[in-house]
């Protein structure tokens, strides 16, 4: 058990941005629920700044790739970066291949970025509530933005978009799903399309697609299309575009 005035300790250092504070605490929202309440509720008055970023998408779209070019093109401004990635087969956790873990070495090196992996299952009270909690640690301890990577198969994204301001569905050529054929609850769970790989045969043909899926809506919703953007996150062609779509629909979210 966490007593109180160790609660209150813990959240004293969040808030000053102590990384293993942090850490903790976001062990406590994975493992004891209880505490976490407690925690929640010290940190509640101090969050609210971050804007909060979901990636979501296919396993293989990039989702990945696209974190670590939007967490770069973040610190190139100066902006402090907190990334939580929810898939086991995140080069951010232990399913990392090789190319993956060097290119993501400069972000755990940068104090700047705090990254955090969770398990996709197994959470007592929910991945997206164990999510949403680690997301208000790293608000509260200052990330100007809160990076949430999570793969979109099912509820659990469309959960998790709830808790993100902004939600980034990243599809790419090639991986065989049509976007026909994709769950309507995902493809609604978008803010902003972006459509990665455009480097490959395939990729303008997905955006005319979803173009045409978006033509398709009442007239409201045609004037409240999601922008899509192509973009090669492995270049980082597009993605400055990809951030400006992002904060002019966060901006107009408000
Ligand atoms: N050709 C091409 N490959 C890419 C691009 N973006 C990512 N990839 C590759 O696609 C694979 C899956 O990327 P990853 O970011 O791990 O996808 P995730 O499973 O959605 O997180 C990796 O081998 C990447 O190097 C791109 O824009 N073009
Ligand atoms: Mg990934």
Redesign the pocket.
């Known amino acids: 058990m966490i007593t109180p005035s160790e609660i209150s300790g813990l959240s004293q250092r969040i808030l000053a941005g102590d990384a293993r504070a942090i850490a903790r605490a976001a062990t406590l929202a994975e493992n004891q629920p209880a505490a976490m309440e407690a925690l929640r509720t010290a940190l509640s008055a101090h969050a609210g700044r971050a804007m909060t970023i979901g990636i979501t998408?296919?396993?293989?779209?990039?989702?990945?790739?696209?974190?670590?070019q939007l967490t770069q093109a973040l610190r190139n401004e100066g902006k402090t970066v907190g990334i939580i990635a929810v898939?086991p087969?995140?080069?951010f956790s232990h399913g990392a291949?090789l190319?993956?873990r060097i290119r993501m070495q400069r972000h755990y090196e940068d104090a700047g970025v705090f990254i955090r992996s969770m398990a996709s299952r197994g959470r007592a009270g929910g991945v997206a509530e164990g999510a949403r909690d680690v997301a208000l640690v790293l608000d509260a301890a200052g990330s100007d933005v809160v990076l949430i990577?999570t793969?979109g198969v099912g509820q659990q994204e469309v959960e998790i978009s709830q808790i993100a301001d902004v939600t980034v569905l990243?599809l790419?050529p090639g991986l065989g799903d049509d976007v026909q054929a994709m769950k309507a609850g995902i493809m609604e769970i978008a803010d902003v399309f972006a459509i990665?790989?455009?480097?490959?045969p395939g990729a303008e043909r997905l955006e005319q697609e979803i173009r045409m899926m978006q033509s398709l809506g009442t007239e409201d919703e045609r004037a409240r299309a999601a922008p899509v953007r192509p973009?090669?996150?492995?270049?980082g062609?597009g993605v400055a575009d990809l951030l400006t779509a992002i904060r002019s629909v966060h901006k107009s979210s408000k």
């Open positions: 998408g296919p396993p293989g779209s990039g989702k990945s790739t696209l974190v670590d898939d087969s995140s080069p291949i190319g993956d990577e793969v990243v790419s990665n790989k455009s480097d490959m973009i090669v996150a492995s270049e062609t």
